[in-house]
């Protein structure tokens, strides 16, 4: 049985990044299936997942007016930015900031065996989106890192063999940071933050 990595629609893995910059097409799929990782979180991470969505959408939205010219995130933003217009490029903004919660989250919580996902969860949003939000968002987070699933439980809806599920989520995982940190160098050279 195939892991929730290998059923994914699209994995981070297999987005093209090149000179040009991250495939937006590509990008769009891949994010959204990531988002429905926080489905097996059950109800607790809605707002993570309706935050990631809405981000989304308006990345696809901006895409979808010209996919010739916004192929990759990077003319995207730059054509966004040229029109004095900015959705799509906060949308990008939040959703990287998004992508890279969970990419730390995670990639702590592979590295420590022993780790419970809240802990790993709690210290992936200190390092990432914690610094961004405000007093009044921080507890709301707050809670929903409490609420994590326990970590067996989490690991066996990601696929029965264990093995593979680890070594899925390693590949899915180094192709997640390939994609963040292309977006988070454009975001800094061209001080769009």
């Not at 090149?18 to 990782?37: H, K, M, R, W, Y």
């Not at 990287?96 to 790993?120: C, H, I, K, V, Y």
Request: charged share 25%; net charge positive.
């Amino acid at each position: 049985m195939a892991s929730f990595f290998q059923n994914s629609k699209k994995n981070f893995k297999d987005v093209d990044v090149t000179d040009q910059g991250v495939n937006t097409e590509e990008f769009l799929q891949a994010s959204a299936a990531l988002v429905e990782i926080f489905g097996l979180f059950g109800t607790v991470f809605g707002i993570v997942q309706n935050d990631m969505n809405g981000n989304i959408e308006k990345i696809r939205t901006r895409y979808s007016t010209n996919p010739a010219v916004n192929s990759t995130l990077q003319n995207l933003v730059k054509a966004e930015v040229a029109e004095k217009k900015k959705t799509a490029t906060e949308g990008l903004l939040w959703l990287t900031r998004g992508l890279d919660f969970t990419l730390q989250s995670l990639e702590r919580n592979l590295a420590n065996p022993t780790e419970e996902l809240s802990a790993s969860f709690t210290k992936g949003y200190e390092n990432t989106l914690r610094p961004h939000h405000s007093m009044f968002v921080r507890p709301v987070f707050a809670g929903a890192m409490k609420a994590c699933p326990y970590r067996a439980d989490f690991y066996k809806k990601l696929g029965a063999d264990q093995a593979a599920v680890q070594e899925d989520m390693k590949q899915w995982l180094q192709g997640l940071r390939k994609v963040v940190e292309d977006i988070q160098k454009f975001y800094a050279a061209g001080k769009y933050i």
